[in-house]
T-cell receptor
């Protein structure tokens, strides 16, 4: 069982909807991440929240917005998405300030998003 | 720009038939190289971290090795439950850079 919990596991939404993906980690890690993965492609980094600082992949459109209520929670707010945003959204956490510094990434099981 | 190339793209093995997966990388100073296993529709499962050339890690039927240009994931006497996509990722030794650069993966199918 993973110690990174993502909800919901599946989400179907229209292009005008507002929804959120939630992620919680139970390992006391200091960094959390959102990745997007399309079918048969590797994961792509969207956001990193580490030590109360948010880092953004500049290619991510503004219809995705992260929120970090506390160090163990990272939400992803979705608004006015497009069908091409349909993908598996993966949350991850790491112990240190970055992977490779005693902080490998541990992933949740993902949230499968379908935009109609 | 960091680059990671995995080969082969797909690998079909008979149960017990050992083989190796390759991960070639180009990075300006390696902080760490990571191997993950991913089952369909699931998140990647962490397997190994390698930090420097010559390092080796083992877990059950899997062994990962690292040189200055590539990493190998050896699967010894695989079983059907080893069927998965294996992802390699690197992180560069740059300050405030959290990005993992992933390869496209190798999909391994082990037949009984």
């Amino acid at each position: 069982d993973t110690e990174v919990t993502q909800t919901p596991k599946h989400l179907v939404m229209g292009m005008t909807n507002k929804k959120s993906l939630k992620c919680e980690q139970h390992m006391g890690h200091r960094a959390m991440y959102w990745y997007k993965q399309k079918a048969k492609k590797p994961p792509e980094l969207m956001f990193v929240y580490s030590y109360e600082k948010l880092s953004i992949n500049e290619s991510v459109p503004s219809r995705f917005s992260p929120e970090c209520p506390n160090s163990s929670l990272l939400n992803l707010h979705l608004h006015a998405l497009q069908p091409e945003d349909s993908a598996l959204y993966l949350c991850a956490s790491s112990q240190g300030s970055a992977p490779g510094q005693g902080g490998e990434l541990f992933f949740g099981e993902g949230s499968r998003l379908t935009v109609l | 720009e960091d680059q990671v190339t995995q080969s082969p793209e797909a690998l079909r093995l008979q149960e017990g038939e050992s083989s190796s997966l390759n991960c070639s990388y180009t990075v300006s100073g390696l902080r760490g190289l990571f191997w993950y296993r991913q089952d369909p529709g699931k998140g990647p499962e962490f397997l190994f971290t390698l930090y420097s050339a010559g390092e080796e890690k083992e877990k059950e039927r899997l062994k990962a090795t690292l040189t200055k240009k590539e990493s190998f994931l050896h699967i010894t006497a695989p079983k059907p439950e080893d069927s998965a996509t294996y992802l390699c990722a690197v992180q560069a030794d740059r300050s405030n850079d959290y990005k993992l650069s992933f390869g496209a993966g190798t999909t391994v199918t082990v037949r009984a």
